[in-house]
């Protein structure tokens, strides 16, 4: 386990080396920040200065290795817009995003697996059928369109939720969040939801599938002529079996969830990173979409790390694998 | 300027009886865009400017129409050629209770410029400018050189506290630990992407607000401020899409505010290179600029049907400009009328040019600055094809597009041949655009920083200079309207249309519509 978490970890530093190089450039030769910025007033020594201040007269690689320098100290470089530090302004804006991914993510798991399993368990009823047809409906349907029109449904023509913005917060055991609140509740339910969709489809359908395989194999025979009840069987022996695949591919996806909330923040004027580094890139606030990008690749690389893990604790062959090796 | 005085001592006075009365009310508004700090000296922009006025006061005020007005100053003359004085309004507090003297004004006029991070400096309006304190309530600002827009360029500037503004950082300012203003509103609070909350300061020196607590909530996206409208989230929002103006005009429980803006959206000409890198011939090779010629240019003029883009592009929200502000401000010259569409008095100018074959060049325009811009450079393009000139259309995010249009050439200069732009006339007046657009390109006067079409003209140069050393105003007027006029006659620049702004809030409220399109809750008012 320990090899395996020690040769994981180099990797990990080799993909974020790799990242920066591949961001930083990416970013920096695109567009011009100095426009963005300076007022139209300014006149063209207001305007050599902006540059001088950004630092962008400097060669491209000379900014990159000042960028590392920085990197390496933990500074990811100053807000072209705010002025304050990338990361400190991304860290402000996470728990926002965070409440959201996390709220998303537990939608698809308490709507997706049970509808998924009913799906599975009874794939010939008419609502099985209605289940897999608006699963299909939850993946092709475009975000911000679907975004719009339960706006335009539950706010606007039912007036039950409000239509942007998020709640009241209130701290509860040292985490503050909007979810601790009616109204943050209220808030939230709708972006949570939107970005939910495509989750729920996916679970629905990987649940769907797993339930069919396994109901097919020896061991569910087994356990049938063993006598054990269908309760039973379904929800200790098939569920064990599929929730492998269900939770390394949602642990995957609540990386996604997070890093691309971009297009229901938008929608729903929530103030988490997607709508920050949206509102960045719109305005070339470099430091800030390079550290977002940054931060997402480590998220991304935790969460592997995270799965990994589940999944030798969930399957134990793995472990075994691992001490063999 | 002539000397300036109100009367507002005496309404000042039947105010604070009134205030009392004022029953506590509670406004949303949804803002398109969010300002980036509370600090009314970070950052030179727009939405910034736009709240800081809520807490903050300048010395001169600007009106709905951008005409100057006493604000903590009651008053202001040149009294000679370089020193203009300043009387400042007596027995205004700040919130914390402290007096308003000239020591504030002092410090404020050193802060500005020099604010640590500031991404656009307010240093562009205070430079060569010096102020000097003569008592409690006067203070001079004395330049090398005469200069008429002194007012304008103080108009800029909010007045912060010599207490508890002048020495704290901007992060002090957005927790709201030295947001201390004299402004009608107090600072309650500041969420970075969520809200900002003010209460009104019921001591207010001028006219109380009406509204006790206002929260400024910034929802970017166009629809969805619509709908957190429609859902009743917010009381108001700011900048409504022009496709869903239709549709919110039929709506009882909708009322729309509009008013035409400072801000003039043109084309720009390459006027500098004899080879200019997005010209061609018909067949594709090189020719000599055909835009350096001012029949080529007046002829573009003449074949841009103004009324069509007004109506069909812009949904009927916007007017035809023919100069480089709409009517109405300070410069404007009342002989200028809008270039009327001639498709075959362009055909004919062209030929007498030596382009009957015509040419063909691309347009260059942003895609998300100006209301519709992409589609203003589409029918711009269809129309000049009309007349022979084949035209291609090229339009790319804001980020890109000014940074190539500026300087994106060898050398710092302009990369495109034919753009769409838009000016703003921050100071309300014509001098602005004139000297920034129009001005020959000259980095040692600082004019001419926007003349991306490099456009050159001495005689049209030395009447801008002229008018910004005339400290008298009817002269500065007329000499204002006879460069607009001069650069108009050149086609220096060709200015399509005015936008037009649009705020739309529930009914039985009201929005008293703003050139500068600021969004204030001291004009929304109730019916």
């Known amino acids: ?18 990242m920066s190089v591949i961001v930083f450039f990416g970013v920096n030769i695109v567009g011009d920040p100095v426009y963005m910025l300076v007022s139209p007033d300014a006149d063209q020594d207001d305007i050599a200065a902006a540059i001088a201040r950004l630092g962008l007269d400097r060669p491209i690689w000379e900014q990159y290795l000042l960028f590392l320098k920085g990197a390496l100290q933990g500074d990811l470089g100053n807000s072209f817009i705010f002025g304050e530090p990338a990361l400190q302004l991304i860290m402000h804006h996470m728990p926002a995003t965070m409440e959201l991914a996390f709220t998303a993510l537990m939608l698809a798991i308490v709507i997706g697996i049970p509808l998924g399993l009913y799906a599975g368990l009874y794939s010939e009823s008419p609502l099985s059928k209605g289940i897999m047809a608006g699963s299909i409906l939850g993946f092709s349907l475009p975000t911000f369109w679907v975004g719009l029109m339960l706006i335009m449904l539950f706010a606007v023509e039912l007036g039950w939720v409000p239509a942007t913005g998020r709640g009241d917060t209130a701290t509860f055991l040292g985490i503050q969040s909007s979810l601790f609140t009616p109204d943050g509740l209220s808030h939230i339910f709708l972006p949570a939801l939107n970005l939910a969709l495509l989750k729920i489809s996916l679970a629905i359908r990987l649940t769907r599938a797993g339930v069919r395989e396994a109901l097919g194999q020896d061991y569910v025979k087994y356990a049938r002529a063993k006598g054990l009840t269908t309760r039973r069987i379904i929800f200790v022996h098939v569920m064990k079996n599929i929730m492998i695949p269900v939770v390394t591919v949602m642990g995957l996806e609540f990386g996604s969830l997070i890093g691309f909330s971009v297009v229901t ?13 949206i509102d960045a890139i719109l305005q070339l606030d470099r430091p800030v979409v390079v550290a977002y990008l940054m931060i997402i690749v480590l998220f991304f690389i935790v969460i592997n790390l995270i799965v990994d893990i589940l999944y030798s604790l969930l399957d134990p062959r793995v472990r075994l694998q691992d001490q063999g090796a | 300027m002539k000397k300036m005085r109100a009367a507002t001592a005496v309404a000042a006075g039947l105010l604070a ?25 970070f950052h030179n922009l727009g939405p910034n400017n736009a709240l800081t006025l809520h807490i903050f006061d300048r010395l001169v005020d600007q009106d709905e129409r951008q005409r100057l007005m006493p604000g903590l100053a009651v008053s202001w003359e040149a009294v000679d050629d370089l020193t203009w004085e300043f009387k400042l309004r007596e027995g205004v507090k700040f919130h914390d209770g402290s007096d308003f003297t000239a020591d504030d004004v002092v410090c404020t006029i050193e802060r500005a410029p020099n604010v640590p991070n500031s991404p656009s400096s307010f240093g562009t309006y205070l430079k060569g400018k010096t102020v000097e304190k003569i008592d409690d309530y006067t203070v001079h600002f004395k330049t090398a050189e005469p200069y008429p827009l002194m007012a304008n360029d103080i108009s800029t500037i909010r007045i912060i506290s010599d207490e508890t503004g002048c020495g704290a950082t901007t992060e002090e300012f957005n927790s709201g630990t030295a947001a201390i203003g004299t402004g009608p509103f107090k600072f309650v609070s500041y969420t970075p992407g969520e809200s900002i909350v ?35 989230d917010v009381d108001m929002i700011a900048a409504v899409p022009t496709t869903d103006i239709a549709t919110l005009e039929g709506k009882d429980e909708v009322q729309l505010s509009q008013g035409v803006s400072n801000r003039v959206i043109y084309l720009h000409m390459d006027q500098f290179r004899e080879n200019s890198p997005f010209v061609k011939a018909m067949d594709g090779g090189d020719i000599k600029n055909p835009l350096m010629d001012v ?12 009324d069509a883009i007004v109506e069909r592009v812009m949904e009927g929200v916007a007017l035809p400009a023919g100069q480089l502000l709409p009517e109405g401000f ?4 009342d002989n200028l009328d809008v270039v009327a569409y001639d498709p075959e008095g362009a055909k004919a100018l062209l030929a007498e040019a030596g382009y009957a074959e015509g040419f063909q060049m691309t347009i260059h325009g942003p895609n998300d600055r100006y209301i519709n811009d992409a589609r203003i450079a589409e029918a711009v393009a269809q129309m000049l094809t009309r007349v022979g000139i084949k035209t291609a259309v090229e339009t790319m995010p804001r980020s890109v597009y000014f940074g190539r249009a500026s300087r994106g050439a060898d050398g710092d200069l302009p990369e495109f041949s034919f753009i769409l732009v838009g000016w703003g006339a921050g100071s309300g007046e014509a001098s602005s655009p004139l000297k920034s657009l129009i001005h020959t390109f000259d980095s040692d006067k600082g004019f001419g920083s926007s003349n991306r079409g490099r456009h050159s003209d001495p005689e049209t140069d030395a009447l801008i200079e002229e008018a910004l050393r005339t400290v008298d105003d009817a002269k ?52």
Do not use: C
Not at chain 2, 212 to 229: C, Q, T
Not at chain 2, 480 to 501: C, G, K, M, S, Y
């Open chain 2, 295 to 306: 029949r080529v240019r007046k002829a573009i003029s003449m074949a841009i049907n103004r």
């Open chain 1, 265 to 277: 923040e938008t929608i729903f004027a929530w103030p988490g990173m997607g709508k920050l580094l």
């Open chain 2, 476 to 527: 500065r007027q007329d000499l204002l309207a006879a460069a607009t006029e001069r650069a108009i006659d050149n086609a220096a620049i060709i200015p399509t249309h005015f936008q037009v702004n649009t705020w739309a809030a529930k009914a039985g409220l009201k929005y008293v519509a703003r050139t500068d399109e600021y969004t204030l809750a001291t004009g929304v008012v109730k019916e």
């Open chain 2, 198 to 232: 003010v209460e009104r300061n019921a001591d207010y020196w001028g006219e109380a607000p009406v509204w006790s607590e206002v929260e400024f909530r910034p929802i970017s996206s166009g629809p969805s401020r619509v709908a957190a409208l429609l859902a009743g």
């Open chain 2, 17 to 41: 009886l009134s205030a009392g009365a004022v029953s506590a009310e509670k406004l949303t508004i949804g803002l398109a865009s969010e300002p980036t700090a509370m600090d009314p000296h």
């Open chain 1, 1 to 18: 386990m320990t090899v395996f978490i020690i040769r994981r970890l180099l990797q990990a530093l080799l993909v974020v080396v790799l």
């Open chain 2, 330 to 333: 300070f410069g404007v010259s």
